[in-house]
Structure formats: structure tokens, C-alpha cells
């Protein structure tokens, strides 16, 4: 079985460029969540998608935007990067989306550096 | 919105002695998980307490949920180097997506 990855593992844009992060979910997984850690902090959920169709976000402004695809893999797209934007971008994904106990599976990551 | 607050922020302890961590939330929790992150890893789910009162306990770790389901605690017995990281809280909401809403972290050090 296959965890859950994401692309790249680094990444270094200026302000003001646009980025896009790649995450491929779990085997079986039908959801996926995406979160921002910042330095010294706990994950901040954006927003999750279920069954290609967004299922929740977070307090996070329309330049953050995502997709899922077919089979399940998903895109997170920062435009207008801000310096504050710096962080580590995880993704996680699970079964379900809109009701009931499923446990979420986090990916190692992609750091993003805006400088 | 659902705010955790964790303490400490920081732990530095020596190989062999034991801690605890505490998380608290200013309303109750539907239900409550433990993390463990480690540098360069996402985070990776330790328990899931659900029930007042309810302890669980998985080798060194023995994890406590409040009578109120407001707080939870995280003891380790016999801290080893391994057990070093980032200990995160979050509350699951179960009827919105499982969306995870994360406390701010204990980093802890086991120094051998």
C-alpha cells in the first residue's frame, strides 16, 4: 500500500510568482485536506476536497485554490505569493469527507520559501 | 472557532524521566487526537479519545481526556531520545469532513 506523497519537497518563489503543489492520496482514499504549518506552529486547514468537489475550507484568502482529479490526486495553487506564505504545505488524505470517524494520513510535506 | 492552546511550548529532558503535556480548548471537543511530527515528516496520528474521562495508553504514552472534554493530557514514562518531536492536538470534527483544527505544538527534547 502506498502512502501518501507530495511534489516537490522544496521549493523557493519570489513574491508576487504563482505555485502549484502536487499531493497523490493514499490508496482507496477519496478526500483530501490540505494544511499550512508555519515555522514553530501547528497545521492551519485551507481546505478539503471530496470526490473533486470542495468540502470545506479554512480562513484562507481565493488566491489559495485547489483541484482534485479522477483518480483522487489534488493540486493546492498559491497566486500572488506573499512572504507570509513561507511554509510547510501538507497534504492528508482519508476516506469519507462529509460525515463519520475517518483518520486522515499526512504526506511529509512540500516546503515553500517566498523570498 | 475551536481554540487549543498547548503547554509547554518547549520541553528539554534528560533520557529516563518522565513528562506530561496538556492541551486545553475553550469549548468542548467532539473528539480529540494526538500527533507526533517529526522534522522534515507530516504528522503522525498517536490516538483518537472520544469519551470523558477516557485514558488510553500505548507503551510509554498514557493519553487522558478531561470528565469535560475540554482538556487532554499526554504522559510519557521513561522518556527516550526517540521520543523527540513535535507533540500536536487536534480536535476531529466529525460531521465537517473530519477537518482537523490544530493546537499549537509541544516541542519536546529527550537528551540522551
Known amino acids: 500500500e502506498t502512502g501518501v506523497t507530495q511534489s516537490p519537497t522544496h521549493l523557493i518563489k519570489t513574491r508576487g510568482q504563482q505555485v502549484t503543489l502536487r499531493c497523490s492520496s493514499q490508496?482507496?482514499?477519496?478526500?483530501v485536506s490540505w494544511y499550512q504549518q508555519a515555522l514553530g506552529q501547528g497545521p492551519q486547514f485551507i481546505f478539503q476536497?471530496?470526490?473533486?468537489?470542495?468540502?470545506g475550507r479554512g480562513n484562507f484568502p481565493p488566491r489559495f485554490s485547489g483541484l482534485q482529479f479522477p483518480n483522487y490526486s489534488s493540486e493546492l495553487n498559491v497566486n500572488a505569493l506573499e512572504l507570509d506564505d513561507s511554509a510547510l504545505y501538507l497534504c492528508?488524505?482519508?476516506?469519507?469527507?462529509?460525515?463519520?470517524?475517518?483518520?486522515?494520513?499526512f504526506g511529509p510535506g512540500t516546503r515553500l520559501t517566498v523570498t | 472557532t475551536q481554540l487549543l492552546e498547548q503547554s509547554p511550548q518547549f520541553l528539554s529532558i534528560q533520557e529516563g524521566e518522565n513528562l506530561t503535556v496538556y492541551c486545553n480548548s475553550s469549548?468542548?471537543?467532539?473528539?480529540l487526537q494526538w500527533y507526533r511530527q517529526e522534522p522534515g515528516e507530516g504528522p503522525v496520528l498517536l490516538v483518537t479519545?472520544?469519551?470523558?474521562?477516557e485514558v488510553k495508553k500505548l507503551k510509554r504514552l498514557t493519553f487522558q481526556f478531561g470528565d469535560a472534554r475540554k482538556d487532554s493530557s499526554l504522559h510519557i514514562t521513561a522518556a527516550q531520545p526517540g521520543d523527540t518531536g513535535l507533540y500536536l492536538c487536534?480536535?476531529?470534527?466529525?460531521?465537517?469532513?473530519?477537518?482537523?483544527?490544530f493546537g499549537g505544538g509541544t516541542r519536546l527534547m529527550v537528551k540522551p
Open positions: 492528508a488524505s482519508s476516506l469519507g469527507g462529509l460525515a463519520g470517524a475517518y483518520e486522515q494520513y
Open positions: 476536497y471530496y470526490r473533486e468537489e470542495e468540502n
Open positions: 479519545v472520544v469519551t470523558g474521562g
Open positions: 487536534a480536535e476531529r470534527d466529525n460531521n465537517a469532513g473530519n477537518m482537523l483544527t
Open positions: 490508496s482507496g482514499h477519496n478526500t
Open positions: 469549548s468542548v471537543f467532539s473528539s
